[in-house]
């Protein structure tokens, strides 16, 4: 739906952003992850049309995106902002049927009347948008993303100053975007949100250092790890589980911990093999590291490497 | 047309429940239609000696009365005619001097409110936003005007000496202020656009475009002096200069409005 093909933006002598590639598909959420002034609000401009790469491609449905073809892309791409934006003396009514009119959107009063209703705002819609909560002008500005019907969508902070039940309204209201099969751009910091709804994840420190599934993040950073819980005394069995060919494997308590990345041997083999053994076995659960680690090692790993020659992690 | 529309809406809607924003038009407004009057009609009833007595007058009397359509006046109706008519630029102008706070606002006010960044995200063209923002500001100033020259036409009717509200509808008087005025209240606004497109704060902007104000100021104390008269050659033909001017004032407005400059580097 959205490629960014090989982005650089510099400001001056600045770079923002540097060789950046990246696609978002119809009904995914892609995750942009990176520490402040990675170049994540530079690349949703670029995405957006707002502002023009210094080197690169933005292609929006296979259309290159310039100087003469950005207003109309732009039609195809709904940016919701980092601050909510409305016009504070006009009400909530007033400030989406403007956009409903700059959109060109057909029977503008009707699609706000349907904007109101979806985002549950229609009680509030007579209120100039001064007098609604940060969580309601929130919605109001999603709403407002949508009303054109963008198969694109480029969310900046989405979330960013919300208390957690209006966070999770407008998280809710994403995943709906996507189950309806549109492309979402999701830029954060909410490292649990990402894990919630985000299909995939794209870290950046100016470039590219990362894009993948979290899992299979996770996986090339801590391996795949299993946790088997055990009635009885556990030790034992670590001579089966080196048996497998496992060498990674830690007792914690009545709990082992081990790691099947290096292995040609999947979870029920393992289980399977234990039992066999004569192991009771009360628990087996995934090891997963908080995002949060895999986000942070990512970004200490490119500091320390900081060689722009580095391929991303894919 | 149809963006261009809508933006002028929601702006016209905006200023329309910031009633402080009126506040220096008019007064300026007032001051500039109380004024003629004070000097043409209060002052010589105050002090019982009519300005047609003053030997300072004679030659505005006679340049007058040269005119046609004011050769029926008394002395002291051609007087009073001369020092309406001398004015009324001022009264043209001075919508344009309130209007300019709302020019100078249109996009640095945007930048700092933080709504410009979704607006830009529209399909919106530069034109389309550009035409929108100069005409919120234009269509207040015209109006104003309008009700100003209502107000001036209808306190001469009262106060003057008969035939001097006539004068006020000839030829001259209307091209000044409905050909004149809006196209110097044009250029004046785009120049604040302009400016408030580049421009880090509403105030830098205001005084700029403020300029604008001047070599008109300067002509109507010209026309004082009598070096210089507003008759309708020379209106017809500043007329057309100003729409030269703001057709290229529009070229310069979308040749220095950078979205890219005003999203990156205002802060």
Redesign the interface.
């Known amino acids: 739906m959205i490629r960014a093909e090989h982005l650089t933006r510099t400001f001056g002598t600045r770079v923002a952003v540097e060789n950046l590639s990246l696609e978002v598909e119809r009904g995914e959420i892609l995750a942009l992850l990176g520490p402040n002034g990675a170049g994540k609000t530079t690349t949703l401009r670029m995405l957006a049309g707002l502002i023009a790469p210094t080197s690169g491609t933005v292609r929006v449905r296979g259309e290159a995106m310039d100087r003469a073809t950005a207003a109309r892309l732009r039609g195809h791409v709904g940016l919701l902002t980092e601050a909510p934006g409305l016009w504070d003396r006009l009400t909530v009514r007033e400030n989406l049927l403007v956009y409903a009119r700059l959109q060109g959107v057909d029977a503008p009063a009707t699609r706000v009347d349907r904007a109101l209703d979806l985002f549950e705002i229609r009680r509030r819609a007579d209120d100039p948008a001064a007098e609604l909560s940060k969580g309601l002008k929130q919605r109001v500005a999603l709403a407002r993303t949508l009303l054109h019907n963008p198969q694109i969508l480029l969310l900046d902070e989405p979330t960013s100053g919300l208390d957690p039940e209006s966070a999770r309204d407008v998280r809710q209201m994403i995943v709906q975007l996507r189950d309806e099969g549109r492309a979402v751009l999701l830029s954060t910091h909410h490292l649990d949100e990402v894990d919630r709804i985000a299909t995939r994840v794209a870290v950046l420190s100016t470039r590219l250092i990362a894009a993948d599934t979290p899992a299979a993040l996770r996986g090339q950073l801590f391996g795949t790890r299993v946790r088997i819980g055990l009635v009885g005394e556990v030790r034992p069995y670590i001579a089966v589980l080196h048996g497998l060919g496992i060498r990674d494997a830690h007792i914690y308590g009545d709990t082992i911990s081990i790691d099947l990345s290096h292995t040609m041997i999947d979870t029920p083999a393992v289980v399977r093999a234990l039992v066999d053994a004569g192991a009771r076995i009360e628990s087996v659960t995934p090891e997963q590291p908080p995002l949060e680690d895999v986000y942070l090692r990512l970004v200490s790993e490119d500091a320390r490497v900081g060689s722009p020659e580095e391929s991303p992690r894919r | 047309m149809?963006?261009i529309?809508?933006?002028i809406?929601?702006d016209l809607?905006?200023i329309s429940?910031?009633p402080g924003l009126f506040w220096p038009a008019g007064l300026t407004a007032a001051i500039s239609l109380a004024l003629p009057f004070f000097i043409a009609v209060a002052i010589p009833s105050l002090t019982g000696e009519p300005l047609s007595d003053s030997s300072d007058f004679q030659i505005a009397v006679e340049m007058y009365r040269n005119q046609f359509g004011a050769r029926d006046l008394d002395p002291e109706g051609a007087i009073q005619a001369w020092i309406l008519q001398q004015f009324l630029p001022l009264l043209v102008l001075a919508p344009v001097a309130g209007s300019m706070s709302i020019a100078a606002a249109s996009v640095v006010g945007e930048k700092q409110?933080?709504?410009?960044?979704?607006?830009?995200?529209?399909?919106?063209?530069t034109f389309e936003l550009l035409t929108a923002k100069v005409l919120g500001a234009l269509l207040p100033a015209i109006a104003l005007t309008f009700i100003c020259f209502c107000a001036y036409a209808a306190l001469a009717a009262g106060l003057t000496r008969s035939g001097v509200f006539w004068i006020l509808l000839a030829p001259r008087s209307l091209l000044v202020t409905f050909i004149l005025g809006p196209l110097a209240a044009l250029a004046a606004l785009q120049l604040a656009v302009c400016v408030s497109s580049r421009a880090n704060d509403a105030r830098s902007a205001q005084q700029i475009g403020a300029l604008v104000i001047l070599p008109l100021g300067g002509a109507l104390v010209a026309q004082l002096t009598g070096s210089f008269t507003l008759d309708v050659p020379v209106t017809l033909s500043i007329s057309g200069l100003l729409f030269l001017v703001n057709v290229a004032l529009m070229w310069i407005g979308i040749a220095v409005f950078d979205?890219?400059s005003i999203?990156?580097r205002w802060k």
């Open positions: 149809k963006r529309a809508a933006l809406a929601k809607a905006d429940r910031h409110a933080r709504t410009l960044e979704p607006l830009l995200a529209t399909s919106i063209t979205r890219e999203l990156t």
